[in-house]
């Protein structure tokens, strides 16, 4: 195998040569058999506050290192796809696609972040496009003027999607099944794009590794903030300097740290469309939030769950709830009510309101080693070997030989998933049993519950 071929392909986006070239750049090969295109323009943004627009003209990329280009995606695909595809006389691949979108509570995270790279997908014949989106106020920001339900950092995503059906068969993917997976805020998107007025058949299933939304509306924050309210909000941000408009988003979001400043809202399920869902959640999703840490190591999770039980969206008596949450861990109730306030009260709405068929899975761990909030990314992405100090950090020391072949069977069973095929287990809604799968974190461990989030459902209805 020629380590550095030089091919060219040309489609109506862009025209790129180099080391591996593709519609939209040069790319490079990873380990002789992947070869991977980062930071690929898919739009063209007028400002920060506008709504984007397609890329009209062919553009000459550089591909071969990630850029600091935040609206921008990744591809990874097999080094034999893209070449399968540049020959003219031979039929492409079509290889099923696996869109990602990233995680960071709306308002961090990148598209070539270290703990989701696609090569170990396109190592197994998938190809993998990972898509950075507009974040804070640029992407999630809700003006007077605009549509209730769109966002412009949703509709980048729509654009992302339209431009993975225009172009990923030059990558040897297969346009007509692609499925969209997205963890935390991006699995929150994921989601919130199966709108029946979002959805535009550009994705045929979904994985959402544990979603989330914020708890109120921009809308509603914004008119009680003094530095935000009123009709003129989009002037307000328009008018700062990017260094300025930071500064205020930081003041904001103080206000709002157990919960996502913006995104999306509010979630309502009887709007989504029938496509098959793969939902999944960490049963201990935000023990290490530093107020809720902070409270349960000094003994007074129940009673900081007790004050801001309401606040965090419950609207039950909360002696029931922190009942429960003592039954299931009685030394951590505030990490378990952020968690569940933030994240476990979507995946119970999502379940239970999702019109196509849906499947659930929890992790769990124990309580030398909790099921954290992204513990599941090395997992699903196979990446265990890298960085280290943070996957000893999240899974436990000695993770990456430990838990290999737990990644191996948690990586198949989302590849097997994207391309068609259906899990192993039942549907959630089974005979009203709420079914869903677990899988222990520290050793690979699968078993079976009904309704693991009823306490949830009862509190945050």
Known sequence: MVSSPTLQIQTPDA???GVITSPSGTGRQRGGDTVTFYSLPYSHI??????????????TVDATVPKARQVGLTVSAPVSAVRAAADGGALPPDLPVIAFLHGGRYESGHHDGSWYGGQAFARDEVVFVSIGYRMAFEGFAHFDDEDPAHYRGTDDAVMALEWIQRNIESFGGDPTNVTLMGQSAGGGMAVWLARRDHYRGAFRRIVALSPGYPRQSFDRRRRALPFLGGSSTREKLTSLSPKR???????????????????????????????PILLTHTADE?????????????GVGARFARMFARNLGATIDPGAYIDACRTIDPDRVAG????????????????????????????????????LHCAELPLVFDCLGTLPARIDALLGA????RLQPVADRVHCMVQAFARGERPEWREFDTDGERYSRTLDITTGAIDSTRDPLGYVR????
């Open 15 to 17: 025209v790129a040569t």
């Open 398 to 401: 000695g993770a990456a030989e």
């Open 286 to 298: 935000f023990y290490l939030e530093p107020i809720g840490a902070w409270c349960d190591a000094r």
């Open 245 to 275: 408009r930071d500064a205020l988003y930081r003041r904001y979001r103080a206000r709002y740290i157990t919960d996502s400043a913006v995104g999306p809202n509010p979630f309502d399920g009887s709007q989504l469309v029938d496509v």
């Open 458 to 461: 009862r509190a945050f209805p």
């Open 46 to 59: 007028p400002s920060p506050f506008a709504a984007a627009e397609p890329l009209r003209e062919r553009v």
């Open 336 to 371: 378990r009510m952020i968690g569940d306030s933030t994240i476990r009260r979507w995946v119970s709405s999502i379940a239970e309101t999702a019109p196509g068929p849906l499947w659930m899975l929890q992790f769990t761990g124990d309580g030398n080693q909790p099921a």
